[in-house]
């Protein structure tokens, strides 16, 4: 588009990039005439912003890393949501299990302060208690 060949002409003068990690930014330059004549035919089909996609053959890794062949694309959502339950199911579990750590945790904290506040435990010294069966 910037050279041209011998059948083609060129179609822009200068194109600059001004890309980020986030967005693509590109400035192209080109004359009044070329711009009229790509409007007219169509930005995205002159520039070659978009491309129509089929989905004839639908062969793609599974979650083994294996290749798969899949007949529609609800068999692909299928194996990917089956796939993301059992995950999701993991992970909530886990979380669970943690909170119930974290928990417990804080609750024998909790029991320590207050046993020390009311007495009823005594570090550093040996207690021995009697109790008498009635």
């Not at 600059?16 to 330059?29: I, N, P, Q």
């Not at 169509?42 to 639908?58: D, E």
């Not at 992970?91 to 009311?118: H, P, T, V, Y």
Request: charged fraction near 25%; aromatic fraction near 10%.
């Amino acid at each position: 588009m910037l050279n041209g060949t011998e059948k083609v002409p060129p179609l822009i003068t200068d194109y600059k990039e001004y890309h980020t990690d986030t967005t693509v930014r590109f400035l192209v330059k080109m004359t009044e005439e070329k711009l009229r004549e790509a409007e007219a035919a169509g930005l995205h089909k002159v520039f070659k912003l978009q491309n129509p996609l089929t989905c004839n053959s639908m062969v793609l890794f599974d979650h083994v890393g294996s290749l798969k062949k899949y007949e529609s694309v609800q068999d692909i959502f299928k194996d990917f949501f089956e796939l993301r339950m059992k995950y999701y199911v993991l992970r909530k579990d886990w979380m669970a299990g943690m909170l119930g750590a974290e928990s417990a945790k804080l609750s024998n904290q909790a029991r320590f302060i207050l046993e020390k506040i009311q007495g009823t435990l005594i570090i550093g010294k040996l207690i021995v208690l009697h109790l008498s069966h009635k």
